[in-house]
């Protein structure tokens, strides 16, 4: 076998080959739409960094209480028909544990308007099937009362927010909470106007959305 030639005193003092010259360039060549598993580790999924964490999410709608009355069996529960429009009224199961509510029939008035959340997964409570959610104004103290929709809005108007445009979820996720994120920062203001961050509840070209009587509370 013949000898390999001596290193040259400038082979002996060159750096070692660059990772690049020992993967045949892979690093060098690695394109932002390949990333290294290192960056595919660090970077959210894309349903994370697309998803909208905020209140165009939730598909409010005006709605009119058909009827209203107490579960049988649960004396916090009441339950309502409510024309949405839709072909058919959809049932709602509201809790009232925790307040001091006037009785139901001041509370939720057969013929009251109101604003509904309307994109939850349907729910048992009681053995009664909910499918969407009254919001109501209410104070620390337990007093509640229908968050109202402007004068002269329809079942069926979309509640919707000028700083938040964009299309609600067909159905919100049932095993993210979202609804308990975003309720925090719903308020009703000093002047008795609902509102999303500062961002008021609106009906297009009908007005706004309004507590009929309190001030500074929460909408839940």
Known sequence: TSLSPPLSAKALLAPPPSEASQCGGEAATRSPEEPGERQNALTPAPWRR??????????????????????????????????????????????????????????CLQGDLAVLLCNLKASKKRGVVSRARILRCCTSEGVAELLAPPPGASPGDRVTFLDYPGEPDKELPSKQTLW????????????????????????????????????SCTIR
């Open 50 to 107: 697309s998803a909208r964490l905020d209140v165009s999410r939730l598909d409010l709608r005006v709605g009119r209480v058909l009827s209203t009355r107490r579960h049988p069996l649960a004396a916090a529960l009441t339950l309502q028909e409510v024309d949405i429009g839709e072909d058919v009224p959809r049932p709602v199961a509201s809790w009232d544990g925790g307040l001091r509510p006037p009785p139901v029939d001041k509370v």
């Open 180 to 215: 308990d994120v975003l309720q925090p920062d719903m308020r009703v203001d000093s002047r008795g106007v609902a509102n999303y961050k500062g961002c008021r509840f609106q009906v297009k070209g009908k007005g706004l959305c309004r507590a009929p009587s309190l001030t």
